[in-house]
């Protein structure tokens, strides 16, 4: 379908499906150190199950949220938005090229909420009261937290995690009995004929708690800067979202291909680029537009340490929004790559200041994380590094070329007459034991 | 063709049904609406202090503790003193001193909550722990509330506190000793034991207009002339007059709108009967569903010439 090459440079390889990563041992030492700090966070994580959040963390009555709920949440769930903003071009919008790219969207998406989930079960204080979420009579309805509480937990379980059954189903289906393949094969169309209603909810409800969590800070008044503190919060929430997911499905992708020696796709990428562009120009346009009704556009040029730091942060999403427009930008890795980088870091910013830096609570108070908390937070982020690395391997996840895969197949033949070199081709390996 | 009928009968009652419900648990909120300058219930009770006739004895405090079964706060009193530096998780109410740089001027400020008449953490609480009770009292319910402290987000009084050093950990604020005296229908402690008058108990519209004749009978001798609370983020169930500025006494410049009414304008529109994200979900999942007919039509093809299964 995309069998046009027009550049003609060496990096160009056309991306047409998802490819495991084989040929690489799946335990490798980063892997380990990064299942280390995962596994101290756990451990943690099972310490406050007996401890109060008092010694625990740094939270006070000031700052009543700490970073679990700021960052493991309200920012990095931004940069877990990939399966809304890359699924919504390619599915709605019919960027067809981006399909490809969908499952390392969706399992980035997913590792991002999975662990931010953890990170709020482990920070509310009474949480075996949550049951009360089944009891629809019992919600508050006009709090945005209720649709966090009851959307966020929803969209992962059910919409988000149905959206990543394929590629496992796809692995049981190449390493399964001949029993497992007919099951597959005879259930096969039945989740086909769901797919699109699933993945229809598997939008609208990012959309809606994406952009409460920007409603949340609406309650907090005039605790928040003016210069976050606005009603279109909840707006520029998703937006930022939208252009966190866009820009980090980018930037991970030209690393993990950097880190596995896959070859790009520019025309894929530079795609991404361009749509990664115009959400910042959007944001920017709800921002600038917001502070001009509100009259505070000359807060912003203040040049104090808020204005500073806003202009800072609008930088972050200005630089790559503009660079981007070029095409040459967009197709070199290099840049691409560094663009991706800025503007997702601008959206975390966004995300990140008005819960802390740009919140001023009445008294005077500091809040800086504890260590334990602290390293519950690097925890939770190490557990979606080390499930991301081992979903690669195990799951047709990287794009590829049909070549690639077929290669990988052929490298399957001769393991399964010498079986012993197991651990080194994960797909090859498993399908040996059959 | 009857059968399918039926079918047809039996969904549409499914889903009147779940509409209802669901249409139920949004409105019987949403019916509540926010808006922005409420108006108090005539059987809203208040409390009116006025620091000038405070002499910071104390005795509300003492009064405070004992009616709610709070362990005294001897964190800075050798052990011995009840001596909380702020509202705490120990501390429901508190007197605190106000002195003027360098002269000679002071003021007593009694703090507790507000029982504002349209309250953020009410508004924010995700399982109703927070309600506005019976003559207007905000009340926490501890099997409601799941600890996610968005009440302290919320309030722009800084009021609820969090116990960080329990591990069953409540909300503690002051409840206008709602369950402890207001239903035995007696005042609340500290308004009871106040041996000077500097804080009453009584119906706010009737503290209001005694609040207001003080002000006339000696204009000049309040900060502003004007009662704090009567407008203070919508209005509030506490009345102040001080002699000082009310910032100086730790009472935040607040604007007149409700915080609830700010936070809710938009959303309460948006999510009424649920009709933004079910226009969403027609509209995506229409166009949704043509691409993924156009998808689904090519994959043979694909698949044939590929010699590959389709992903998703």
Not at chain 1, 24 to 27: A, K, L, M, R, T
Not at chain 1, 216 to 219: D, I, Q, R
Not at chain 2, 113 to 118: E, K, Q, R, T
Not at chain 2, 173 to 180: G, H
């Given at each position: 379908m995309s069998a046009h090459d027009t550049t003609g440079s060496t990096l160009v390889n056309h991306w047409q499906r998802g490819v495991p990563v084989y040929l690489?041992?799946?335990?490798t030492p980063t892997l380990l150190f990064f299942a280390a700090l995962a596994g101290l966070g756990l451990v943690l994580a099972m310490v406050r199950l007996f401890s109060p959040l008092g010694p625990f963390s740094g939270m006070n009555d000031a700052y009543a949220w700490g970073v679990w709920k700021t960052f493991n949440v309200m920012t990095l769930t931004a940069l877990g938005s990939g399966p809304l903003a890359v699924g919504m071009a390619a599915w709605?919008?019919?960027?067809?090229?981006?399909h490809v790219v969908m499952r390392t969207a969706l399992i980035s998406g997913f590792l991002f909420y999975a662990t931010g989930l953890v990170a709020l079960g482990f920070d509310v204080g009474r949480p075996w009261n949550f049951w009360n979420i089944l009891l629809p009579w019992r919600w508050n309805a006009e709090s945005a937290m209720l649709e966090i509480a009851v959307c966020m937990p929803l969209y992962c379980a059910v919409f988000l995690a149905f959206e990543n059954v394929p590629m496992v189903l796809e692995r049981f289906y190449y390493t399964g009995s001949d029993a497992t393949k007919a099951f597959l094969v005879r259930w096969a169309p039945r989740l086909r004929r769901l797919y699109p209603f699933v993945i229809t909810g598997a939008y609208v409800l990012p959309l809606m708690h994406q952009s409460s969590l920007g409603g949340?800070?609406?309650?907090a008044g005039n605790k928040i800067h003016p210069l976050w503190q606005t009603p279109f919060l909840p707006l520029l929430y998703l937006l930022a979202a939208g252009l966190c997911g866009l820009g980090f499905v980018t930037f991970l992708l030209l690393m993990a291909c950097l880190r596995y020696s896959r070859a790009l796709d520019l025309d894929v990428l530079g795609e991404l680029g361009n749509l990664l562009s115009w959400a910042c120009f959007l944001f920017l346009a709800v921002q600038f537009g917001d502070l001009i009704r509100r009259g505070q556009l000359r807060t912003a040029f203040a040049l104090d340490k808020m204005s500073l730091l806003f202009l800072f942060e609008t930088a972050l999403i200005l630089v790559p929004a503009v660079a981007l427009r070029s095409r040459t930008v967009r197709v070199t890795p290099r840049s691409l790559l560094n663009m991706a980088a800025l503007a997702c870091l601008g959206g975390l910013f966004y995300r990140f200041v008005p819960t802390t830096i740009a919140y001023a609570p009445a008294r005077n108070a500091v809040y800086f994380p504890a260590l334990p908390e602290l390293l519950m937070t690097v925890g939770y982020i190490a557990l979606g590094i080390v499930g991301f690395a081992l979903a690669v391997k195990y799951f047709a996840v990287l794009p590829g070329d049909i070549a690639d895969w077929n290669y990988m197949f052929k490298l399957v033949r001769p393991s399964r007459q010498a079986p012993?070199?197991?651990?080194?081709?994960p797909w090859p390996a498993s399908l040996s034991t059959r | 063709m009857s059968s399918t009928m039926s079918r047809r009968r039996a969904l549409l009652k499914i889903v009147g049904a779940g509409g209802a419900i669901t249409g139920g648990a949004v409105t019987s909120t949403a019916a509540e609406e926010h808006p922005a300058h409420p108006v108090a219930p005539p059987d809203a009770v208040s409390m009116f202090y006025d620091n000038t006739i405070c002499t910071g004895c104390k005795a509300c405090m003492v009064a405070c503790s004992e009616a709610n079964g709070l362990p005294p706060d001897t964190s800075l009193g050798e052990g011995l003193w009840h001596t909380p530096l702020d509202l705490d998780s120990k501390t429901k109410n508190i007197i605190k001193l106000y002195q003027e740089p360098g002269g000679e001027g002071f003021a007593y400020v009694k703090r507790q909550?507000?029982?504002?008449?349209?309250p953020a953490c009410v508004t924010g609480c995700p399982f109703g722990a927070l309600k506005k009770n019976q003559w207007g009292a905000v009340t926490w319910e501890s099997s409601l509330c799941i600890g996610c402290r968005y009440c302290e987000v919320a309030c722009p009084f800084d009021v609820p506190k969090f116990q960080w050093d329990k591990w069953n950990p409540k909300i503690v604020?002051?409840?206008?000793?709602?369950?402890?005296r207001l239903k035995q229908n007696q005042q609340p402690a500290c308004t009871a034991v106040c041996p000077t008058g500097a804080v009453i108990f009584g119906k706010r519209s009737d503290l209001l207009a005694q609040a207001k004749e003080r002000i006339t009978a000696s204009p000049g001798k309040y900060f502003e002339n004007r009662v704090y609370g009567e407008h203070e983020a919508g209005g509030t169930q506490v009345l102040y007059l001080s002699s000082v500025a009310f910032e100086k006494i730790g009472l935040p410049k607040l604007g007149s709108t409700s915080v609830g009414h700010y936070a809710t304008k938009v959303t309460s529109v948006i999510y009424k009967w649920l009709s933004a994200p079910i226009v969403a979900a027609v509209l995506l999942g229409s166009i949704i569903k043509r691409n993924w007919n156009r998808h689904e039509a090519e994959r043979p093809e694909r698949e044939r010439q590929t010699g590959l299964r389709d992903q998703l």
């Open positions: 690489e041992p799946v335990v709605v919008f019919n960027r067809q090229k981006l949340l800070l609406l309650l012993g070199s197991e651990g080194e081709t | 909550c507000m029982h504002c008449l349209d604020k002051c409840e206008f000793c709602f369950d402890q």
